[in-house]
């Protein structure tokens, strides 16, 4: 996964960048394929911002997040929405694409194993 993390109006520690990497190693699990990330983080009238990108085969999902206390629940809330997005879209794509083509050749099959055209006499 490339993870590219910039920052607005606020000092980018290397605490603040690793504990982010760390997080989005979770959204990993969700998808076979590479992925880029793109994580932009800020501060705007005391509230810690995060708006992340996450670009890949088949995919582009947005989230953002903010919290008033700390840029670290504000992380956490991101990564959160995140994931919930990538699980959702994964099972969705799976049964689209995988599930109705596998009933489909089932259903055929049947029918053709049935069909008196077909059968062998």
Known sequence: MEITISAKHMELT???KNYTTERMGRVKK???????????LGVE???HKIH???KGKGYLINSEAE???????AIDLCVDK???????????????KVGKEAIRESHLAAELATSP?????
Request: charged share 30%; proline share 2%.
């Open 14 to 16: 290397d605490a603040l």
């Open 30 to 40: 969700y998808i076979d394929h590479t992925l880029a990330a793109d994580i932009h």
């Open 45 to 47: 009238k005391y509230r």
């Open 52 to 54: 992340a990108t996450i």
């Open 67 to 73: 919290d008033p206390s700390s840029m670290y629940k």
């Open 82 to 96: 995140l994931e919930t997005q990538l699980r959702r879209s994964k099972n969705s794509f799976h049964e689209k």
């Open 117 to 121: 055209e077909y059968s062998e006499s």
